[in-house]
């Protein structure tokens, strides 16, 4: 199948700092996400992306899909502590997405 | 509802037993998803549904698990004889599946399976 390589796969980091995490695939993708999952729940969307190039904010987050449509990268400015939790790369080709294993975020206050 | 949901939240089960978990799309989506998630891993995708068509079940990783879909809307995901190696956190996932489009996803909480 498909893999995406997610980096780094853990980071600690004081509040305020800006964050950086990526996804590199050997594949093409339609289509990139990302998203953020708290414990004990399930993974929410943060960010979509849909054309090689874009670049999309939400709030203080920005998301970029690579021009070669194998990788995606997501910054996160300006940390707060509830910016804790596992964020997840996806990428999308016909019906299927396939996940990358994720960052797991530490924020210090 | 609003989102998706599932059920149970948390089932622990004995070694050989059989156990069903239900998921509740959100109304209107067309598409269903199925994952695995063990801990501390990505998603692993099981199997897929679009609208009355055949499923996609290229993941289910042994024919101990299947999973249907009736009336176009809640899902079952059953396995049988179900083993330590099959706890995890299962997750569903509706989306509006339009054929031809771009799509995102919706998740539900997950159930999480303890097999003693």
């Known amino acids: 199948g498909q893999q995406l390589n997610q980096s780094p796969q853990s980071m600690f980091i004081q509040e305020g700092e800006d964050v950086s995490m990526n996804c590199t695939s050997s594949?093409?993708?339609?289509?990139w996400l990302w998203y953020k999952q708290d414990p004990g729940e399930g993974p929410v969307l943060l960010i979509a992306l849909y054309k090689a190039g874009e670049l999309t904010s939400n709030g203080r987050l920005t998301a970029q899909f690579g021009i070669t449509r194998k990788d995606s990268f997501l910054n996160i400015s300006a940390s707060i502590p509830s910016d804790v939790g596992i964020y997840f790369c996806?990428?999308?080709?016909?019906?299927?997405?396939?996940f990358g294993s994720g960052t797991k975020l530490n924020v210090k206050p | 509802g609003a989102g998706v949901s599932q059920s149970p939240s948390n089932k622990v089960t004995e070694k050989g037993k059989d156990v069903e978990l239900r998921c509740d799309p959100i109304?209107?989506?067309?598409?269903l998803y199925w994952y695995r998630q063990s801990l501390g891993q990505g998603l692993e995708f099981l199997i897929y549904f679009q609208g009355n068509s055949a499923p996609d079940k290229s993941g289910l990783p042994s024919d101990r698990f299947s999973a249907e879909r009736t009336g176009g809307s809640v899902s079952t995901l059953t396995i049988q004889r179900t083993q330590q190696e099959d706890s995890a956190v299962y997750l569903c996932a509706s989306s509006l599946g339009r054929p031809g489009s771009t799509d995102t996803q919706y998740f539900g909480p997950g159930t999480r399976l303890t097999v003693l």
């Open positions: 996806a990428g999308y080709n016909f019906n299927k997405f396939y």
């Open positions: 594949s093409i993708f339609n289509t």
């Open positions: 109304s209107g989506h067309t598409a």
